[in-house]
């Protein structure tokens, strides 16, 4: 079997209750039937208060992957998360102990064409610090493991994983490209997920490999809506609908989302202030030479999501999402510097965290993000080129 990972995972190692967050706060904990078996089977008083903490799922419970989860208390914590953000569960019984997706967490495991990939979660804030503290390009590791996949593969699904497998790596090409602007490189990107899916609605994905690159950039984005008012704004607003109707996981969320109404959403100024503040850190952002940390955060997001199209054949709404995560970030970062008038690399990372934290874990903000990707406006790849290059053009 083939095992595919970002080459900073091998660096990658919890620091428990050193880590200024916890993963054991603020989402579901389902627990595999094996784990439950075996919580069932311990006796004494810590035994009992095992099975106290455990509810089990009604029968076609929403966001349930499993029959039973743990009982969550205040501000939605794993009932064995101590007070110095330990776990009660590993202290007592060892690590052989945790359930599945305790064992996995922040890890995101993606099986095909015969390989597993792994991605480690900008939830994480030790993750984070590894994917945005090099300037360096993410680069990859491809080796051979012993074992095989626990399902079996047709030829035809093997060959699709194949092609998309080298979709995603061009993709990858495609956005560390320095010697482009990060906005040509993302209307590149974008351009070349609409070939690759028009190859897949032909059922041909072997001629993904022939594809010629478009010539993209952001130049002829700066056309008025028709009513007037510049089009990256009615875009933010767009965007901005479709995040505000999630569910909120923390309270940082929901201060981030505030604070971008009360900047950018004002039908006197709205407008103006998000130009102004685009600009702003645009140029703060190439002052201190930091385009790099946009481009690793595209990266992280194709590597883990595009390979995802072998379920639905939607490279394009897969590559769409990874679009659409960089220019929230990015409006996140923008309304932090207005306010704050600074941006330490600790702020990336707090900002990656936020944003992966109500996007990736959750089943329910994932689904409202997918639809309005298929069907909104603010979503065709025109208009995320527009929003892509808006920053651009407020450097100018």
């Given at each position: 079997?083939?095992l ?7 660096k990658?190692h919890?620091i ?6 916890t993963?054991c706060a603020?989402w ?15 006796q004494g008083?810590?035994g ?21 989860g743990f009982i969550l208390?205040?501000d939605?914590?794993?009932?064995f998360?101590?007070g110095?953000?330990?776990?009660d569960l590993?202290?007592?019984?060892g690590e052989?102990s945790l359930?599945?997706?305790c064992?996995d967490?922040?890890?995101?495991y ?5 390989a597993r990939?792994?991605?480690v979660?900008?939830s994480?804030?030790?993750a ?10 993410i680069v990859?590791?491809e080796k ?6 626990d399902?079996?593969e ?12 080298r979709?995603?790596n061009?993709a990858?090409r495609?956005?560390?490209?320095r010697?482009m602007p990060?906005c ?6 974008l351009?070349?997920?609409?070939s690759v ?6 059922n ?12 993209c ?15 990256d704004h009615g875009?933010?607003?767009?965007r901005?609908?479709?995040f505000t109707?999630?569910?909120s ?6 201060e ?6 009360k ?14 503040a685009q600009r702003?850190?645009?140029a703060f952002?190439?002052?201190?030479d ?8 595209l990266v992280?997001?194709?590597?883990m999501?595009?390979?995802?199209c072998v ?15 960089f220019l929230m970030?990015r409006?996140?970062?923008s309304v932090w ?5 600074r ?8 900002m ?6 109500e996007?990736?874990h959750?089943q ?7 639809e309005?990707?298929l069907?909104?406006?603010?979503y065709?790849v025109?208009?995320l080129?527009?929003?892509a290059?808006a920053?651009?053009r407020?450097?100018?």
């Amino acid at each position: 079997m083939i095992l595919r990972y970002p080459a900073y995972y091998e660096k990658f190692h919890c620091i428990a209750g050193e880590c200024e967050d916890t993963c054991c706060a603020g989402w579901e904990i389902d627990i595999d039937d094996e784990s439950y078996r075996f919580y069932q089977s311990v006796q004494g008083d810590f035994g009992r208060r095992l099975r106290e903490s455990i509810r089990e799922y009604e029968s076609g419970e929403e966001g349930a992957y499993e029959s039973h989860g743990f009982i969550l208390g205040e501000d939605r914590r794993c009932p064995f998360l101590n007070g110095e953000n330990l776990c009660d569960l590993y202290r007592e019984l060892g690590e052989e102990s945790l359930c599945n997706v305790c064992t996995d967490t922040p890890r995101n495991y993606f099986e095909y064409g015969g390989a597993r990939e792994i991605a480690v979660s900008a939830s994480c804030p030790e993750a984070g610090r590894l994917i945005y503290r090099s300037r360096d390009k993410i680069v990859f590791v491809e080796k051979e493991i012993e074992g095989e996949l626990d399902f079996e593969e047709s030829r035809g699904e093997i060959l699709l994983a194949q092609s998309v497998c080298r979709a995603r790596n061009e993709a990858v090409r495609i956005l560390q490209e320095r010697r482009m602007p990060l906005c040509d490189r993302i209307s590149a990107f974008l351009h070349y997920a609409e070939s690759v899916q028009s190859c897949l609605n032909r059922n041909e994905p072997e001629a993904i490999d022939g594809i010629v690159l478009p010539d993209c950039g952001c130049d002829q984005m700066g056309a008025p809506d028709r009513e007037g008012e510049p089009a990256d704004h009615g875009l933010l607003l767009g965007r901005l609908m479709t995040f505000t109707s999630m569910e909120s996981i923390r309270g940082d969320w929901e201060e981030m989302l505030e604070l971008m109404e009360k900047y950018f959403v004002s039908p006197e100024n709205g407008g103006e202030r998000y130009r102004e503040a685009q600009r702003r850190w645009l140029a703060f952002l190439k002052e201190e030479d930091r385009e790099y940390e946009y481009e690793h955060l595209l990266v992280y997001y194709a590597f883990m999501c595009l390979p995802r199209c072998v379920d639905d054949y939607d490279f394009l709404r897969q590559a769409k999402f990874v679009v659409v995560s960089f220019l929230m970030i990015r409006d996140m970062d923008s309304v932090w510097f207005a306010e704050k008038g600074r941006y330490e690399v600790e702020d990336r990372e707090r900002m990656a965290r936020i944003y992966a934290r109500e996007v990736e874990h959750s089943q329910d903000n994932l689904n409202i993000l997918t639809e309005d990707i298929l069907f909104e406006e603010a979503y065709t790849v025109e208009n995320l080129c527009r929003s892509a290059g808006a920053a651009k053009r407020g450097s100018e």
